[in-house]
C-alpha cells in the first residue's frame, strides 16, 4: 500500500501543476470593514477562482426562518443594482467564467471560475449582489416556489434525505443542527421580506466572510481590487452568537418512517460526536473510512459481500462549527429485515470496540486520505476550497499543513478509544425506513 501512495505522490509531483504549496505562498489582508481576503499567485493555468465563504447556514436560524440560508443561494443569483436578474450568470459566462454555490449547516459558499483576466470584472459582479441584491416582493414568491418544489421533490426521490431529516430532528432535541438545510414547508411558505432584508444585511455583511483568490493573478492587484470593490460595503454588528449546546444524550433514540416507495429497508445510526478541530476529528474521519470507504472496509465487506444483508453501504461526518453527528448508512439487500441489517451493523461496530483494527487497515486510510489531500491541493480550485475550509473550521489555513503528521499520530489505539467513546447505544439515534405501515394493525 505505501508503493501506491508513493506512486500518486510521484505522478503528483511529475506534473507542472503540482508545484507543492507552502504557507508562505499564502497571503492575506483585512479591508476596514473586517472582510477578509486570502490570496494565492498560482500560475499553474492562465485561470483564477474566488470563493466566498459566508459564516451563515441553517445553525444561525431559528423557528419561523428554517431555510432562509439556503433561500439565499437561489436569491443571490437573481440580480442586484447594476446586474438585473439573469444578468450575474450571462455576464460571467460572456467572460469565460462559471460559477456555483451550495449551503450546508455552516456555510454559505460561492464558487466563481474565470480567466485571470476577467478578475476585475469577477469583483464587480460579487460587490454589487454583496450590496445590492434586489429583495422584490415578485422574485421571492417566485424563488419560493421553486425551493418549495425542491424541497418535496428531493424528500419524494431520495431515502436517505428522507431518513437524515427525520434522524437528525430526533438526534437533536436543542440544537439548530435539528431542522433540514432547505428547511420546514411553513416556514418556506412563510418568510416575509424583512426577514430576508434583515437577514441579507445581518448575514452578508463583509465581516461576515472570508475570500480566498487562487490562481493566475497578482496579490498588490487582488488588494487595490478589493479596496475599491469590497471595501465600500459598510460593516454590520456581528450576527448573534449561537451558544445552545446539544444536551448530552443520556440512551438511545429512534425513529421509523414510512414510505411506500421504498423497496427494502434503509438504516441510518447517528452518534453525536465533538466539532470539527477537535483533537480527535482525524481519528473519527479514518473510523468512518475504516468501517465503510471502499470494498475493502470493514462494514462493505461483512454486510455486503459476505453476509448479503445490504447492498450498500457508507459513513458521513460532516464539517462543523459545533458538536454534530457520525453518520452511518445502509440500504438491506431485498428480503433482509431492517433488524436483521441493524443486528450486523451493530456487531462490526462492536468487533472495532472490542478488538480494534489491524496497523494494515490503519496505513490503508492514512495512504487513502493523503491521497485525497495531495489530490485536492493539485488544482487552483481545490487548493482555494482547502484553504477557506481551514480558515473557517480550523480558525487559521496554515493548519492544513499540519494535515499529513496529524495523520501520521493517529494510531490504532485512537481509533479503537474513538469507537468506544462515541460510537454507544446510550449516544445513538436509529432511523429506519420502511414501506410497512407504523400502525396497531400491523402487529395484529
Request: proline share 4%.
Amino acid at each position: 500500500m505505501k508503493s501506491i501512495l508513493m506512486l500518486c505522490l510521484v505522478l503528483l509531483l511529475a506534473t507542472p501543476a503540482a508545484k507543492a504549496t507552502e504557507a508562505k505562498d499564502i497571503q492575506q489582508f483585512t479591508l476596514e470593514n473586517g472582510m477578509q481576503i486570502l490570496v494565492l499567485e498560482d500560475d499553474s493555468i492562465p485561470n483564477a477562482n474566488m470563493y466566498l465563504f459566508w459564516k451563515v447556514g441553517s445553525r444561525n436560524e431559528y423557528p419561523g426562518i428554517t431555510g432562509l440560508s439556503h433561500f439565499f443561494e437561489h436569491m443571490m443569483f437573481n440580480g442586484s443594482e447594476k446586474y438585473g436578474p439573469k444578468m450575474f450568470d450571462r455576464t460571467m459566462e460572456a467572460a469565460g467564467g462559471a460559477n456555483n454555490a451550495y449551503t450546508t449547516e455552516n456555510l454559505t459558499v460561492y464558487t466563481d471560475w474565470f480567466p485571470a483576466d476577467a478578475l476585475e470584472l469577477i469583483f464587480d459582479l460579487e460587490a454589487d449582489r454583496i450590496a445590492n441584491l434586489d429583495i422584490n416582493a415578485e422574485v421571492v414568491e417566485s424563488e419560493r416556489g421553486v425551493v418549495a418544489s425542491e424541497r418535496s421533490t428531493g424528500l419524494e426521490n431520495s431515502n436517505f434525505r428522507t431518513l437524515h431529516e427525520e434522524v437528525k430532528g430526533v438526534a437533536f432535541r436543542a440544537h439548530p443542527y435539528s431542522w433540514p438545510v432547505i428547511g420546514h414547508d411553513s416556514d418556506i411558505a412563510n418568510w416575509t421580506l424583512e426577514d430576508l432584508r434583515q437577514y441579507h444585511k445581518t448575514y452578508y455583511a463583509p465581516n461576515n466572510a472570508v475570500v480566498v483568490i487562487a490562481g493566475a493573478v497578482k496579490f498588490d492587484e487582488v488588494k487595490k481590487l478589493a479596496r475599491a470593490y469590497f471595501e465600500p460595503i459598510p460593516a454590520q454588528p456581528e450576527p448573534r452568537n449561537i451558544h445552545t449546546k446539544e444536551p448530552e444524550q443520556k440512551g438511545e433514540r429512534r425513529t421509523y418512517v414510512h414510505k411506500e416507495s421504498v423497496t427494502s429497508p434503509n438504516l441510518m445510526m447517528a452518534f453525536h460526536i465533538p466539532p470539527t478541530g477537535h483533537q480527535d476529528y482525524y481519528a473519527l474521519q479514518m473510523l468512518g473510512e475504516i468501517l465503510a470507504k471502499g470494498n475493502s472496509s470493514r462494514l462493505k465487506q461483512a454486510l455486503v459481500f459476505e453476509q448479503k444483508l445490504a447492498t450498500n453501504v457508507m459513513s458521513y461526518i460532516p464539517e462543523s462549527f459545533d458538536a454534530n453527528l457520525f453518520y452511518l448508512y445502509a440500504i438491506a439487500t431485498p428480503g433482509t429485515s431492517a433488524e436483521a441489517l441493524e443486528q450486523g451493523l451493530v456487531e462490526q461496530i462492536k468487533l472495532v470496540i472490542e478488538q480494534g483494527v489491524s496497523e494494515q487497515e490503519l496505513q490503508k486510510v492514512k495512504n487513502s486520505q493523503l491521497v485525497s489531500f495531495y489530490r485536492e491541493m493539485q488544482t487552483i480550485n481545490g487548493k482555494a476550497n482547502t484553504i477557506g475550509t481551514y480558515q473557517v473550521y480550523f480558525g487559521d489555513y496554515r493548519e492544513l499543513f499540519d494535515l499529513p503528521a496529524e495523520l501520521e499520530k493517529v494510531s490504532a489505539a485512537d481509533i479503537q478509544r474513538v469507537a468506544k467513546t462515541y460510537l454507544r447505544k446510550a449516544n445513538s439515534t436509529v432511523g429506519i425506513l420502511d414501506n410497512k405501515e407504523d400502525s396497531y394493525a400491523q402487529d395484529r
